[in-house]
Nanobody, 118 residues
Framework: QVQLVESGGGLVQAGGSLRLSCAAS????????VGWYRQAPGKDREWIAL???????TYLDSMKGRFILSRDGAKNTVYLQMNRVEPEDTAFYYC????????????WGQGTQVTVST
């Protein structure tokens, strides 16, 4: 079992920055990757980025250059640095972890709300 807790969401002005955190705990030794998703009202959940166990990040093309992933292995925490935020970034942000446990299991956090004001 893996537990994920997101934090860092809130209200931010357009053009500003925000850093989201995803703290993982539990059985992480077979962790495959940690990803970030978001879901805006009335829209499907959208994948944003992920970082694998080798610390290699992959981003949705439209996020490249604005959103940056980093990982603190000692704290088992993945960060999503959001820069130059736009009102369209308003959404509930979730992190997920894929873990090999005789099969690939995906765990989700409870999410954190990001609201970008104009």
């Amino acid at each position: 079992q893996v537990q994920l807790v997101e934090s860092g969401g809130g209200l931010v002005q357009a053009g500003g920055s925000l850093r989201l955190s995803c703290a993982a705990s539990g059985r992480l030794f077979n962790l495959i990757d940690v990803g970030w998703y978001r879901q805006a009202p009335g829209k499907d959940r959208e994948w944003i980025a992920l970082v694998n166990r080798d610390d290699r990040p992959t981003y949705l093309d439209s996020m490249k250059g604005r959103f940056i992933l980093s990982r603190d292995g000692a704290k088992n925490t993945v960060y999503l640095q959001m820069n130059r935020v736009e009102p369209e970034d308003t959404a509930f942000y979730y992190c997920s972890a894929r873990v090999w446990e005789l099969r690939i299991n995906t765990y989700w956090g409870q999410g954190t709300q990001v609201t970008v004001s104009t």
